[in-house]
């Protein structure tokens, strides 16, 4: 074709369109749809003064009452604490605490006297305190095996590789395996009560119902669960106990429902603490039935401790705790303090931000947008 | 082709002198020179997967996940297993490697249907078809009319008279005006005779392959006598053969070796600076990491083998997530770019494309924009728009009130019906013309009748009434087309005839002389013997200063010669015409002689249509500050005038400074000249950028202020000085310093170097955008390419990075698309660092509480679906559909694109900013839960601080922490938005509970050791209130400091976002204030393409002297007008206001006429 030169590169309007395969005349125009068009309906949000400041004011406004609440929640919390590590040349414990030994078979025991200022009413929670021990440390964490502890006959035969080097002990599968269940806390702790008519009263501890209801019942199992009159000793037959370990796991406790892997003290260890300075649930004093009597009231009360599990390698330190507790948990001030805090800090922050807004807000937004 | 496919790289021996003898391939043969098959395909079928495997791991990011990938293989130190990062790399590799095949395969294509051309060659005696890619140096080829050249070739034969052909060079250097090349005698003899084709033996002796297209020296032996060669002689391939039937050539270079294989650059591997950016900042945490596992292994008390869980944290702080997801948000940005319906165009069915996928972002930076003209600018037609005849103005449609009417598509056009030979395509809307045309008004008669004899045109008739014109100009072929329509149809021509249709009467008037036109006279006349015997010149003259509406305007003039005089005129003419040396002054001195004491008939005015738009585009884009370079081919007065045409320069800039020094020292005087009026207190120091440190430290040049505007036009001689090393930096600097630059008659070489040199010394973005074979080079050599598609040629668009059909669409692909692309993957960036930072340095603190045994505090099932499921929709949907103002208010805002040129939205700073409000937020996300779990129990006593608890709940706050910062970023929530937030929360708890579900574990007591950890502590108010905390203290900040920000120092951002809320009640229609039709101020932007004619060749059987390639030097005129005209400007006959303004008519053209000197006719 030649046209008249002048329009060489014509556009002279003609559309013409042909498709590889001959030519369908279908135009190539894009759909028209609020999504290809970037059109879809959407909601813009911008940081106004009118959404800023009343959010900081409501802010505020929460928070505050909220911090008040949890702290006088948690400043109603009864709390006491004891150290019975040993440190001290004065401490009751020292002398356990030097001279422990692995091999001893003589139980080395302390006791503590302490004093109640306050009675402790309703159920009243016995932990037991651990400081600079890392059960967080990764290959600490790793070292055990769940299909062992939920009852796998295979993996109580042949513990996994994570628990090693605290998986056979004299060619024994060691169950249970790792070095969590290895150094469980076998400390024994009893508490009387001291009569001011002079007589020592032990105080009843619950050791029943201090686990998770899962880990107690789902993750926790003895091999061979389910199975009529299981022998706990014979399923453990073949398999040895943990190195550090008095007892092998079938003997912790006297009752069936409570002993080898859902053992509850065993069970509680084994939910490794997310930090290092830790505490755990030891035993339950169950407020009296009759409801009249505190559950420990305001006196003089021992403690009475078998000190088996020393810390001093690592400068640990062991502390026993008593607590009431409330809806929100133990005692624990933070969160009470840490809400006024952020309120005070967001109201506060309200009424900057409102008088900035006043003096030089307006003057720039109404700005015209130069071009 | 070689097994590696680099033929086009092999260095053989430089080659100082090409020989070659014609029809003797042997002898040929012996040099190896390149065959006439090109290749710009990268792989074959063997060398794809080596090739492309190693392009990609070039990218730090492979390269970097392919490492991670060994370590992990090694079990010792991997914890996760080794698909994890193999899936997603082999996916990345094998997503690159399609595409890069599909792009190779199409290259092969292209490349196949070039090779496989036919053309005629001579071999063994006879003329046989070949394929193009066989053809040889020293083949003797016969082309024929609309062929393109196959090869460089020496013409031989033509069979034209006097051997000459009518070439277009469109693609080479964008000029459409057809170019005559003649052939030497001795070979035109050989005529199409094929035995003495064959019989030919002469040998050429030229320069080796080069670029230069406007230069070529050689000689050839031909029967024991040595002829000169110059470019006249030379077809260079890219040409079409137009107007001619047949011609011969011989071949000189082949395939790579042409000049326009020389000229198209190499293509390199494109890559966005936020990639460099990207590649710096993984390398440096990559660094960061390794001295911080240095730091970790040499603390004590640590037990062997932890490096394992640094992998991970490799894994978590650049995971290859971050790769694929920052593809993914360029391929749907990409898709938005073919999809837009305001950058379809439906005349030729052309939809946007964007032919590159991974460049997006980048559209949003552009500082430079490097533009073509012809086939961008401008349409490249030129329309008879409006004439003026006795005063009277045609071309304007009115109303019946009297008001002017836009001429759109609809209006009516004039039928040309009762004119047989009228051509279909010519437009013209006033009726009023027409009738005066058939009421045989004398003056308007005569009027058509100059335009119809007045020319150089040359006329085709294959068939009876399909007439095609060729024009040396296309204004020229346009007036002759329009006086054609109006029944003036100039038929056909010999040198002393012309032969028309008056209103369907055969005329034939004898054509006594042309008085040609050149760029000094700037007009031309004929004078010819009509055939009642009447002695007449005729003539038209362009008007420079003609100001309005930048319509190039002609003056009709025309007198009766007395017989006697004229034939006196002539024998001083032919004196003077064979006058051996000031021939050309003597001749224009006649010329003026005779050009005396004309009638004025009318002026025509033709317009060089732009493309639509265009002013209002390059307006649009510098207030978004990006410089426009214009770069062509084409003269300096056409390139200029267009340059006011389009907006770019403007009658109020201070002034627009002139290159054209024929040596280096004027040159550098003029630029230096130039400099200094602009900036007289310029310090000669301190224009560098401190140099950087990073990578290859290149000197920067600074932005330089100045006061005022300024324009540059600098030539292509000139420019080639200035290109030069010693130059470049003196040119850079001037040209910097002035809005507007303007180069023309640049190679399309030169356009690549003066992109490489912006690329070079200023870091910024840069663009190119042209339709032709001559923009190649420059496409590739910009940061991003453009090409204009839709039109014949399509070299441009194949190698470009995006294109479309209309240069208007430039202003939605960068202020739009682009814009939108960078905030998009910056805000992407910023976000996804932040949040994967975020959970990297809980880890670290967490690395003080767990003995540094890299403990981590999250389950590993989180870290595995952190970035998987967790985060990778709300950001994926943030980065796709976020927009902070639509595009309405982007077009009225165009400042809004200033950030992304200045890279404010993610650079090293902003990424140190959000690794900051990263500590920040991982120190909450570590310590409010820290604090607020330690020592604490449930609500019945048990464990709350356990660490599964605890993991539970930090990575809870974090997920919860991160969605609320996302939605802080987020501008537009789309319902997809929406869902995608708030279902990734709701699927992260869904998948914990699952996974901590019974069921799960009783199945993998192993894999989902967590059981029962979500229902133990989710259940306890003080967990949900820690979350609380902790959310609203990563967000506390974050609000302030920005409302702050919006109240102290907004952005343009925030201000027109600010804007858009207040007027969101009663959204204004887009009130277009770019859309200035300023006529007023305008000057005479019109194509100035005229040029001389064929008037020599058609007069005379003289040998035909080529018009002087440039003689555009002595082309000064420019700038401000310096007539007396109204402000108005408007041709008085094209005004707006119509008729009334006729009144002023009389004035107007006396002044502007006064070259005229007298004007006789009584009707003005």
């Given at each position: 074709?030649?046209?008249?030169s002048?329009n060489?590169?014509?556009?002279?309007?003609?559309?013409?369109?042909?498709?590889?395969?001959g030519?369908t005349l279908?135009?190539?125009?894009?759909?028209?749809?609020?999504?290809?068009?970037?059109?879809?309906?959407?909601?813009?949000p911008?940081?106004?003064a009118?959404?800023?400041?009343?959010?900081f004011f409501?802010i505020?406004?929460i928070?505050?009452?909220?911090g008040i609440?949890l702290?006088?929640?948690s400043?109603?919390?009864k709390?006491?604490?004891?150290?019975?590590?040993g440190v001290?040349?004065s401490s009751?414990?020292f002398?356990c605490?030097?001279n422990?030994?692995w091999?001893?078979?003589?139980p080395?025991?302390?006791?503590?006297?302490f004093?109640?200022?306050?009675?402790y009413e309703?159920?009243?929670?016995?932990?037991?305190?651990?400081?600079?021990?890392?059960?967080?440390?990764r290959?600490?964490?790793?070292?055990?095996?769940?299909?062992?502890l939920?009852?796998d006959m295979?993996?109580?035969k042949?513990?996994?590789?994570?628990?090693?080097p605290y998986a056979?002990?004299?060619?024994?599968?060691?169950?249970?395996?790792?070095?969590?269940?290895?150094?469980?806390?076998?400390?024994?702790?009893?508490?009387?009560y001291?009569?001011?008519?002079?007589?020592?009263?032990?105080?009843?501890l619950?050791?029943?119902g201090?686990?998770?209801?899962?880990?107690?019942h789902?993750?926790?199992?003895?091999?061979?669960?389910?199975?009529a009159?299981q022998?706990?000793?014979?399923v453990f037959?073949?398999?040895t106990?943990?190195?550090?370990w008095?007892?092998?796991?079938?003997?912790?406790?006297?009752?069936?429902?409570n002993?080898?892997?859902i053992?509850?003290?065993?069970?509680?260890?084994?939910?490794?603490?997310?930090?290092?300075?830790f505490?755990?649930?030891?035993?339950?004093?169950?407020?009296?039935?009759?409801?009249?009597m505190?559950t420990?009231p305001?006196?003089?009360?021992?403690?009475?401790?078998?000190?088996?599990?020393?810390?001093?390698?690592?400068?640990?330190?062991k502390?026993?705790?008593?607590?009431?507790?409330s809806?929100m948990?133990?005692?624990?001030?933070?969160?009470?303090?840490?809400?006024?805090?952020v309120?005070?800090?967001?109201?506060?922050?309200g009424?900057v931000?409102?008088?900035?807004h006043?003096?030089?807000?307006n003057?720039?937004?109404?700005?015209?947008?130069?071009? | 082709?070689s097994?590696?496919g680099m033929?086009?790289v092999?260095?053989?021996?430089?080659e100082?002198e090409?020989?070659?003898?014609?029809n003797?391939?042997e002898?040929?043969?012996?040099?190896?020179?390149a065959?006439?098959?090109?290749?710009?395909s990268k792989y074959?079928?063997?060398?794809?997967?080596?090739l492309?495997?190693?392009e990609?791991?070039?990218r730090?990011?492979?390269a970097?996940?392919?490492?991670?990938?060994v370590l992990q293989?090694i079990?010792?130190?991997s914890?996760?297993s080794?698909f994890?990062?193999v899936v997603?790399?082999?996916?990345?590799?094998?997503?690159?490697?399609?595409?890069?095949?599909?792009d190779d395969?199409?290259?092969?294509?292209?490349?196949?249907q070039v090779n496989?051309?036919?053309?005629?060659?001579?071999?063994d005696r006879?003329?046989?078809?070949?394929k193009?890619m066989?053809?040889?140096?020293?083949?003797?080829?016969?082309?024929?009319?609309?062929?393109?050249v196959t090869?460089?070739?020496?013409?031989?034969?033509?069979?034209e008279?006097?051997?000459?052909v009518?070439?277009?060079?469109?693609?080479?250097?964008?000029?459409?005006?057809l170019?005559?090349?003649?052939?030497?005698?001795?070979?035109?003899?050989?005529?199409d005779?094929?035995?003495?084709l064959?019989?030919f033996n002469?040998?050429?002796?030229?320069?080796?392959?080069?670029?230069?297209?406007d230069?070529?020296?050689?000689?050839?032996t031909?029967a024991?006598?040595?002829?000169?060669?110059?470019?006249?002689?030379?077809l260079?391939?890219?040409?079409?053969?137009r107007?001619?039937e047949w011609?011969?050539?011989?071949?000189?270079f082949?395939g790579p070796?042409?000049?326009?294989?020389?000229?198209?650059?190499?293509s390199?591997?494109?890559?966005t600076s936020?990639d460099r950016?990207?590649?710096?900042?993984?390398?440096?945490?990559?660094?960061?990491?390794?001295?911080?596992?240095k730091?970790?292994?040499?603390?004590?008390?640590?037990?062997?083998?932890h490096?394992?869980p640094?992998?991970?944290i490799?894994?978590?702080?650049?995971?290859?997530?971050?790769y694929?997801?920052?593809?993914i948000?360029?391929l749907?940005?990409s898709?938005?770019?073919d999809?837009?319906?305001?950058?379809?165009y439906?005349?030729n069915?052309?939809?946007?494309?964007?032919?590159?996928?991974?460049?997006?972002?980048e559209?949003?930076?552009i500082?430079?924009?490097f533009?073509?003209?012809?086939?961008?600018l401008?349409?490249?037609?030129?329309?008879?728009?409006k004439?003026?005849?006795n005063?009277?103005s045609?071309g304007?449609?009115?109303?019946y009130?009297?008001?002017?009417?836009?001429?759109?598509?609809?209006t009516d056009t004039?039928?040309?019906?009762f004119?047989?030979?009228?051509?279909?395509?010519?437009?013209f809307h006033d009726?009023?013309?027409v009738?005066?045309?058939k009421l045989?008004?004398?003056?308007?008669?005569a009027f058509?009748?100059?335009?119809?004899l007045?020319?150089t045109?040359?006329?085709e008739?294959?068939?009876?009434?399909?007439?095609?014109y060729?024009?040396?100009?296309p204004d020229?072929?346009a007036?002759v087309?329009?006086?054609?329509?109006?029944?003036?149809v100039?038929?056909s021509?010999?040198?002393?005839?012309?032969?028309?249709?008056?209103?369907?009467?055969?005329?034939?008037?004898?054509?006594?002389a042309i008085?040609d036109?050149?760029?000094?006279?700037?007009?031309m006349?004929?004078?010819v013997r009509?055939?009642?015997g009447k002695l007449?010149?005729?003539?038209?003259?362009?008007?420079?200063e003609?100001?309005?509406e930048?319509?190039?305007?002609?003056?009709l003039?025309y007198?009766?010669?007395?017989?006697?005089?004229?034939?006196?005129?002539?024998q001083?003419?032919?004196?003077?015409?064979t006058?051996l040396?000031d021939?050309?002054?003597?001749l224009?001195?006649?010329?003026?002689?005779?050009?005396?004491?004309?009638?004025l008939?009318?002026a025509?005015a033709?317009?060089?249509?732009l493309?639509?738009?265009?002013?209002q585009?390059?307006?649009?884009?510098?207030?978004?500050?990006?410089k426009?370079?214009?770069?062509?081919?084409?003269?300096?007065?056409?390139?200029e005038n267009i340059?006011?045409?389009?907006?770019l320069?403007q009658?109020?800039?201070n002034?627009?400074?002139?290159v054209?020094?024929?040596?280096p020292?004027d040159?550098?005087?003029?630029?230096?000249?130039?400099?200094?009026?602009?900036?007289?207190?310029?310090?000669?120091?301190s224009?560098?950028?401190?140099?950087r440190?990073?990578?290859?430290?290149?000197?920067?040049?600074?932005?330089?202020?100045?006061?005022?505007?300024?324009g540059?036009?600098?030539?292509?001689?000139s420019?080639?000085?200035?290109l030069?090393?010693s130059?470049?930096?003196?040119?850079?600097?001037?040209?910097?310093m002035?809005?507007a630059?303007?180069?023309?008659?640049?190679t399309?070489?030169?356009?690549?170097?003066?992109?490489q040199?912006?690329?070079?010394?200023?870091?910024a973005?840069?663009?190119?955008?042209?339709d032709g074979?001559?923009?190649?080079?420059?496409i590739k050599?910009?940061?991003?390419?453009?090409?204009?598609?839709?039109?014949?040629?399509?070299?441009?668009?194949l190698?470009?990075?995006?294109?479309?059909?209309?240069f208007r669409?430039?202003?939605?692909?960068?202020?739009?698309?682009?814009?939108?692309s960078?905030?998009?993957?910056?805000?992407f960036?910023?976000?996804?660092?932040y949040?994967?930072?975020?959970?990297t340095?809980?880890?670290?603190?967490y690395?003080?509480?767990?003995?540094?045994s890299?403990?981590?505090?999250?389950?590993?099932?989180?870290?595995?679906?952190?970035?998987?499921?967790?985060?990778?929709?709300?950001?994926?949907?943030?980065s796709?559909?976020?927009?902070?103002?639509?595009?309405v208010?982007?077009f009225?805002?165009?400042?809004l694109?200033?950030?992304?040129?200045?890279?404010?939205?993610f650079?090293?700073?902003?990424?140190?900013?959000c690794?900051l409000?990263s500590?920040?937020?991982?120190?909450?996300?570590?310590?409010?839960p820290?604090l607020?779990?330690c020592?604490?129990v449930?609500?019945?006593g048990?464990?709350v601080?356990?660490?599964q608890?605890?993991?539970?709940l930090?990575?809870?706050?974090?997920?919860?922490?991160?969605?609320?910062?996302?939605?802080f970023?987020?501008?537009y929530?789309?319902?997809?938005?929406?869902f995608f937030?708030?279902?990734?929360?709701a699927?992260?708890?869904?998948?914990t509970?699952?996974?901590?579900s019974?069921?799960?574990?009783?199945m993998l007591?192993?894999a989902?050791?967590f059981?029962?950890?979500?229902?133990?502590?989710l259940?306890?108010?003080?967990?949900?209130?820690?979350?609380?905390?902790?959310?609203?203290?990563c967000?506390?900040p974050v609000v302030?400091?920005?409302?702050?920000?919006?109240?102290?120092?907004?952005?343009?951002?925030?201000?027109?976002?600010?804007?858009?809320r207040q007027?969101?009640?009663?959204?204004?229609?887009?009130t277009?204030?770019?859309?200035?039709?300023r006529?007023?101020?305008r000057?005479?932007?019109?194509a100035f393409s005229?040029?001389?004619?064929y008037?020599d060749?058609?007069?005379?059987?003289?040998?035909?002297?080529r018009?002087?390639?440039?003689?555009?030097?002595?082309?000064?005129?420019?700038?401000?007008t310096?007539?007396?005209f109204s402000?108005?400007?408007r041709?008085a006959?094209?005004?707006?206001?119509?008729?009334?303004?006729?009144?002023k008519?009389?004035?107007?053209?006396?002044t502007?006429?006064?070259?005229y000197r007298t004007?006789?006719?009584?009707?003005?």
């Amino acid at each position: 074709m030649m046209a008249s030169s002048y329009n060489a590169k014509d556009e002279d309007g003609h559309i013409t369109v042909t498709g590889p395969g001959g030519g369908t005349l279908r135009s190539k125009k894009p759909e028209n749809t609020a999504f290809k068009q970037q059109r879809l309906p959407a909601w813009q949000p911008i940081l106004t003064a009118g959404t800023v400041l009343p959010a900081f004011f409501i802010i505020g406004l929460i928070f505050i009452p909220i911090g008040i609440g949890l702290y006088v929640t948690s400043n109603n919390i009864k709390e006491f604490e004891v150290d019975y590590t040993g440190v001290d040349m004065s401490s009751p414990c020292f002398n356990c605490s030097q001279n422990f030994s692995w091999n001893s078979t003589t139980p080395c025991t302390c006791t503590i006297p302490f004093f109640l200022e306050q009675p402790y009413e309703s159920n009243v929670f016995m932990y037991y305190g651990l400081s600079n021990f890392y059960q967080n440390h990764r290959r600490y964490v790793k070292s055990r095996d769940d299909s062992q502890l939920n009852g796998d006959m295979t993996s109580l035969k042949e513990p996994s590789k994570e628990c090693e080097p605290y998986a056979y002990h004299d060619n024994k599968p060691i169950a249970p395996c790792g070095a969590i269940a290895n150094s469980m806390f076998n400390d024994t702790l009893e508490l009387f009560y001291n009569d001011p008519n002079g007589t020592k009263v032990q105080i009843p501890l619950t050791n029943i119902g201090i686990a998770w209801w899962t880990d107690k019942h789902v993750k926790f199992k003895n091999p061979g669960a389910g199975e009529a009159n299981q022998n706990l000793t014979a399923v453990f037959q073949g398999t040895t106990k943990p190195l550090n370990w008095r007892r092998p796991v079938y003997e912790l406790d006297a009752a069936a429902n409570n002993n080898g892997f859902i053992n509850e003290d065993f069970i509680v260890w084994m939910r490794t603490a997310a930090l290092p300075t830790f505490r755990k649930l030891y035993r339950i004093i169950k407020s009296p039935s009759n409801g009249m009597m505190p559950t420990m009231p305001r006196g003089n009360y021992t403690l009475e401790v078998v000190y088996n599990y020393p810390v001093r390698s690592f400068e640990g330190r062991k502390r026993m705790i008593l607590s009431t507790i409330s809806w929100m948990g133990g005692k624990n001030p933070f969160l009470g303090i840490a809400y006024i805090t952020v309120g005070s800090v967001c109201f506060f922050l309200g009424v900057v931000l409102l008088i900035i807004h006043h003096k030089c807000g307006n003057r720039n937004n109404s700005a015209d947008i130069s071009n | 082709m070689s097994f590696f496919g680099m033929d086009c790289v092999r260095k053989k021996e430089r080659e100082l002198e090409r020989k070659l003898r014609a029809n003797d391939r042997e002898y040929n043969l012996s040099f190896k020179y390149a065959t006439n098959a090109i290749k710009t395909s990268k792989y074959n079928f063997f060398t794809f997967l080596p090739l492309n495997l190693f392009e990609q791991f070039q990218r730090i990011a492979n390269a970097y996940f392919m490492f991670l990938l060994v370590l992990q293989v090694i079990p010792q130190i991997s914890s996760l297993s080794w698909f994890t990062t193999v899936v997603p790399l082999v996916l990345v590799l094998s997503v690159t490697a399609a595409k890069d095949a599909t792009d190779d395969i199409n290259r092969h294509r292209s490349d196949n249907q070039v090779n496989n051309r036919k053309a005629e060659v001579l071999i063994d005696r006879k003329l046989r078809s070949e394929k193009w890619m066989n053809v040889q140096v020293g083949d003797i080829i016969k082309l024929e009319n609309n062929q393109f050249v196959t090869a460089d070739l020496l013409l031989l034969s033509s069979s034209e008279p006097l051997n000459l052909v009518y070439i277009e060079t469109a693609e080479l250097d964008g000029e459409t005006n057809l170019k005559v090349k003649q052939a030497l005698t001795v070979t035109g003899d050989l005529g199409d005779d094929i035995e003495k084709l064959a019989d030919f033996n002469g040998e050429v002796r030229c320069e080796p392959p080069n670029n230069r297209l406007d230069r070529f020296t050689g000689t050839l032996t031909y029967a024991g006598q040595k002829y000169p060669l110059d470019n006249e002689k030379i077809l260079l391939r890219g040409c079409t053969l137009r107007n001619t039937e047949w011609c011969f050539g011989l071949v000189l270079f082949g395939g790579p070796e042409t000049k326009l294989m020389q000229n198209c650059g190499k293509s390199t591997f494109k890559r966005t600076s936020i990639d460099r950016l990207m590649n710096v900042l993984v390398l440096c945490i990559f660094g960061f990491l390794a001295i911080m596992y240095k730091m970790a292994t040499k603390l004590p008390s640590l037990p062997s083998s932890h490096s394992g869980p640094y992998v991970i944290i490799l894994n978590t702080v650049v995971p290859i997530s971050l790769y694929v997801s920052v593809e993914i948000i360029r391929l749907g940005n990409s898709f938005y770019i073919d999809w837009d319906r305001k950058m379809y165009y439906a005349r030729n069915d052309t939809p946007a494309e964007a032919r590159t996928t991974t460049l997006n972002e980048e559209l949003g930076q552009i500082k430079y924009v490097f533009s073509d003209k012809t086939g961008t600018l401008t349409q490249n037609i030129m329309t008879f728009n409006k004439c003026s005849i006795n005063g009277k103005s045609y071309g304007e449609v009115y109303d019946y009130t009297g008001q002017r009417l836009e001429i759109t598509e609809h209006t009516d056009t004039v039928d040309f019906s009762f004119n047989q030979l009228a051509d279909p395509r010519f437009v013209f809307h006033d009726h009023a013309l027409v009738e005066a045309v058939k009421l045989e008004n004398p003056e308007v008669h005569a009027f058509f009748r100059l335009l119809a004899l007045c020319h150089t045109v040359m006329a085709e008739e294959k068939k009876e009434g399909e007439i095609f014109y060729q024009a040396q100009s296309p204004d020229e072929g346009a007036l002759v087309t329009a006086a054609r329509n109006f029944g003036f149809v100039f038929r056909s021509r010999t040198p002393d005839s012309v032969s028309i249709m008056e209103m369907g009467k055969q005329c034939s008037y004898e054509l006594l002389a042309i008085l040609d036109f050149n760029n000094v006279r700037k007009r031309m006349s004929v004078i010819v013997r009509s055939p009642e015997g009447k002695l007449s010149l005729y003539c038209k003259d362009h008007l420079n200063e003609f100001a309005g509406e930048g319509l190039r305007t002609l003056v009709l003039a025309y007198k009766d010669l007395d017989e006697e005089y004229f034939n006196q005129w002539q024998q001083r003419h032919h004196e003077a015409s064979t006058d051996l040396d000031d021939r050309e002054s003597k001749l224009d001195q006649l010329y003026e002689e005779i050009e005396k004491d004309l009638l004025l008939l009318g002026a025509t005015a033709i317009e060089d249509k732009l493309q639509d738009g265009v002013p209002q585009t390059i307006e649009q884009l510098s207030k978004a500050d990006i410089k426009i370079w214009v770069l062509t081919g084409d003269k300096q007065e056409t390139a200029e005038n267009i340059g006011y045409s389009c907006n770019l320069l403007q009658e109020e800039m201070n002034e627009v400074f002139i290159v054209s020094g024929n040596s280096p020292e004027d040159v550098r005087q003029e630029l230096r000249n130039a400099r200094t009026s602009m900036k007289p207190d310029a310090v000669e120091d301190s224009v560098f950028l401190p140099e950087r440190t990073l990578g290859k430290s290149v000197k920067v040049l600074t932005d330089e202020v100045v006061n005022g505007e300024y324009g540059l036009v600098i030539n292509g001689h000139s420019l080639a000085y200035a290109l030069e090393h010693s130059m470049e930096l003196e040119f850079l600097r001037t040209a910097c310093m002035c809005k507007a630059v303007i180069c023309c008659r640049v190679t399309p070489l030169q356009k690549a170097q003066v992109v490489q040199l912006v690329k070079k010394y200023k870091q910024a973005v840069t663009l190119a955008i042209g339709d032709g074979a001559n923009d190649v080079s420059m496409i590739k050599a910009a940061h991003i390419g453009v090409g204009i598609s839709g039109q014949e040629g399509m070299q441009a668009v194949l190698s470009s990075d995006y294109s479309f059909a209309q240069f208007r669409f430039l202003q939605r692909l960068l202020l739009v698309h682009g814009r939108w692309s960078y905030l998009r993957m910056c805000k992407f960036l910023r976000y996804f660092f932040y949040k994967n930072f975020t959970f990297t340095f809980v880890h670290f603190w967490y690395a003080f509480f767990c003995g540094f045994s890299a403990q981590t505090v999250y389950d590993e099932w989180f870290i595995t679906l952190y970035n998987l499921m967790y985060t990778a929709l709300p950001v994926l949907g943030m980065s796709l559909f976020d927009q902070d103002v639509n595009d309405v208010w982007s077009f009225q805002h165009p400042q809004l694109y200033v950030p992304g040129q200045l890279n404010l939205y993610f650079s090293k700073k902003a990424f140190f900013k959000c690794a900051l409000h990263s500590v920040y937020s991982s120190l909450v996300l570590f310590f409010i839960p820290y604090l607020a779990m330690c020592n604490t129990v449930r609500d019945d006593g048990k464990d709350v601080a356990d660490y599964q608890s605890f993991a539970l709940l930090t990575q809870t706050c974090l997920l919860f922490a991160v969605s609320i910062q996302l939605s802080f970023e987020m501008t537009y929530w789309t319902a997809v938005n929406t869902f995608f937030v708030l279902g990734s929360l709701a699927m992260y708890f869904a998948v914990t509970f699952t996974m901590y579900s019974n069921g799960m574990f009783l199945m993998l007591p192993s894999a989902f050791p967590f059981i029962g950890a979500a229902r133990n502590s989710l259940n306890q108010p003080n967990v949900w209130l820690t979350i609380l905390l902790t959310s609203i203290l990563c967000v506390l900040p974050v609000v302030t400091y920005r409302f702050l920000l919006i109240q102290l120092c907004p952005t343009i951002n925030d201000k027109v976002m600010f804007k858009v809320r207040q007027a969101k009640a009663t959204p204004p229609p887009p009130t277009r204030r770019t859309r200035i039709r300023r006529t007023s101020s305008r000057r005479s932007g019109y194509a100035f393409s005229h040029a001389q004619g064929y008037g020599d060749l058609v007069t005379s059987g003289r040998f035909l002297r080529r018009p002087a390639v440039s003689r555009s030097s002595g082309f000064t005129h420019i700038g401000r007008t310096t007539t007396g005209f109204s402000p108005m400007g408007r041709s008085a006959g094209y005004s707006p206001t119509g008729r009334l303004q006729n009144a002023k008519v009389p004035d107007v053209e006396v002044t502007s006429l006064q070259m005229y000197r007298t004007i006789k006719d009584p009707a003005l």
